[in-house]
């Protein structure tokens, strides 16, 4: 490959993080040290933008700017979900063309990665040569490749803090509480859950992931069960569960789909006021509640993972700097390194290995029982997260007379 | 009245916030200073574990556990709903007799206020002498006689980060959001949604209270002007939103009440989605999701307020400070000081001040649109919150070729 030099656009897909911004950030930042780069611009919510050629001169945001929007969750240039079509990938590619774009940065999850993936096949087909890069960022978690992806860490902690806090809660004033958690496929963020506990009996008592199959019966026998033994339940249940012959039971409540063909789960209450609706029908049990965490997981400013912070900011930097040197295409992985201390390496890969297909949890990270993550699990997402609040608990020593 | 010496009995009631172990953990170290009180006993579950004599001894935690405990989210002793009918005062009185308890403690809101005030009449008709203080808590801040109540900074704080990430989030992806809050009768804790507002275009574009008669037709016309103004719409709903009639509109989804009579409001997505149902029906605006914020308000563990906390915390050191030097009953209630500076004075009440009745948001702090809030309210809430994250955002200056 010839050394690339021109315009950069850059772009933001897919739902939202608290450290996306990172990446558009050092993507920029890193993008200001080549000379081979001349226009920095970003597209205006992502494909639809590019498509309408709404460019914004990203050289003239303010150093300080940058500092504060990279601190700032969900997407500073405005995002979309929206899978181009060919006639648009051709369209792009003109569009690219006309103004002399050489290098392309879309960051999002495995639908982003695909759309990038079909502009750099439609700048091959036609002769235009430029970089296409992914830069990854997911709460899902989902990405193939990666041991783990921008994004995930912070909407963890907000899952594990949050269920930290509602067991706390549940056990203040007791009965059943269950928690809806996002994930369309992969159980990664409602696992996170696990980090909430202490002590023996803290919650959240059971996890139903989408990995494994979701029976109302059993949900509901294993919730009684729980709250006899407790004295409260608390349940982290992945909005994403499924039924036995893989359909999500939360599409029943909703119709909407996204142009990549996603069904709408968030955003709605429908699943959790549905399992609590079970429990009442089925138990004795009077005090039932559900909340859904909905999009605070992924936009809520005052609760970052600094790992995940800083590797969002480190996979921006790593694009750019790839695309410069090796004028191709390809997407940023996070590879853990091995070892006691937990550590990163970012690597190239090819975009269509992480493009479409997504990735669910390990078997080895889901307990025997189908309803609780594994040791493997917790020590795999604890660097993640970073150190938690540590709640204090009275030892309730009876009054003797 | 003669000082009285004798046993002490201190217990938490209503929803849990997070800081009501604060003024927990403070009566029980206010407590040990004094000669005049032998046991320190912690009754579970508030008037549920008094009227089983469930005493937990709480001279035998140690200081480390209480510096944990009061930075701990939700009841330490666990909470209960229950309203004491007459037999119970009279056992509960009885109770406290036989063993010589001579200080009551009650951590709660209105209901709790209630509670011990009905203790202290009973004891007072049956010549048993002792002191029953209430120390105030609740995250709706509709406590009488208070300028505002601890608990309800805290959840403030959540609901202003909350609302500001969701904003940004539905900027990135274009859409109404509806987010609903806590709040039976009073809306001050939907009113701090307004704290998230940096740009004039910032949601919440509108925030409706319960103070004023809500008109679903109203609200949706309401809902498409800013979404057609601002190209997405933010709106805060409180929970407890009432028709003209003065029905609270959700109370329409389910049918539980607890023993004070209150209507379950939370817990539940249900008004959210039927807000959201009403804009889908009655507008072309296709991604419409609501957000019920849920317990998640009131025990988040990492998003406290500092003033919040220390205001917690000597609510419950001064109830104990005023029943051992005076030796009656009464509550502490938060008293604003004048001036440029904020602070507060803690003063004494009688019981019946606080008990039962409830406030709503004067006047002064709603604005004249009935969907909005004033700069007087801003004024009066900010001290209580605390600085909260800045957002950045970029200037997004057209590329011009």
Chains 1, 2 share one sequence.
């Not at 002590?199 to 919730?223: A, K, M, N």
Request: aromatic share 8%; net charge positive.
């Amino acid at each position: 490959m010839t050394a690339l030099r021109g315009n950069l656009v850059i772009g933001q897909s897919g739902g939202p993080t608290a450290v996306i911004n990172q990446s558009l950030a050092a993507a920029v930042w890193e993008a200001k040290r080549h000379s081979a780069i001349r226009g920095i611009w970003g597209a205006r919510n992502g494909m639809a933008g590019i498509l309408k050629s709404e460019f914004v001169d990203l050289r003239k945001e303010r150093p300080s700017t940058w500092a504060a929007v990279a601190r700032t969750p969900a997407a500073a240039l405005g995002s979309a979900r929206k899978k181009p079509t060919p006639e648009e990938c051709a369209q792009a590619v003109e569009i690219f063309r006309r103004h002399d774009v050489r290098f392309f940065f879309y960051i999002g999850g495995n639908d982003s990665a695909e759309s990038a993936h079909l502009i750099q096949q439609e700048a091959e087909r036609v002769g235009y040569e430029m970089a296409c890069y992914h830069i990854p960022k997911t709460i899902d978690n989902d990405l193939l490749e990666n041991d783990h992806t921008p994004g995930y860490g912070s909407a963890a902690r907000f899952v594990a803090c949050a269920v930290m806090g509602d067991t706390l809660d549940c056990r203040s004033l007791p009965g059943v509480k269950i928690d809806v958690i996002m994930g369309r496929h992969a159980g990664f963020l409602t696992a996170a859950s696990a980090l909430a506990r202490r002590h023996p009996d803290d919650g959240p008592h059971r996890i139903y992931l989408p990995e494994r199959p979701f029976s109302p019966e059993r949900f509901v026998q294993e919730v009684e069960e729980d709250y006899r033994r407790f004295g409260f339940a608390v349940v982290a249940v992945s909005e994403g569960i499924c039924d036995e012959k893989g359909q999500p039971i939360g599409a029943g409540f909703t119709g909407e789909k996204d142009s990549h063909g996603n069904v709408q789960l968030s955003g709605t209450g429908a699943l959790g006021d549905w399992l609590a609706s079970e429990i009442r029908k089925r138990t004795s049990i009077s005090r039932v509640r559900a909340d859904t965490f909905g999009y605070l997981q992924r936009s809520f400013p005052a609760v970052v993972s600094e790992v995940d912070a800083r590797e969002a900011w480190a996979t921006g930097e790593t694009a750019v700097r790839l695309a410069v040197q090796r004028g191709d295409s390809g997407t940023v992985v996070l590879v853990r390194r091995r070892g006691p201390r937990y550590g990163v390496r970012y690597e190239r890969r090819d975009l269509r290995l992480v493009a479409k297909a997504t990735r669910g949890m390990p078997a080895e990270f889901i307990a025997a029982s189908d309803c609780d993550v594994t040791p493997a699990f917790l020590e795999y997402v604890r660097p993640l997260v970073g150190p938690l609040p540590e709640p204090g608990r009275l030892r309730m020593v009876p009054v003797s007379w």
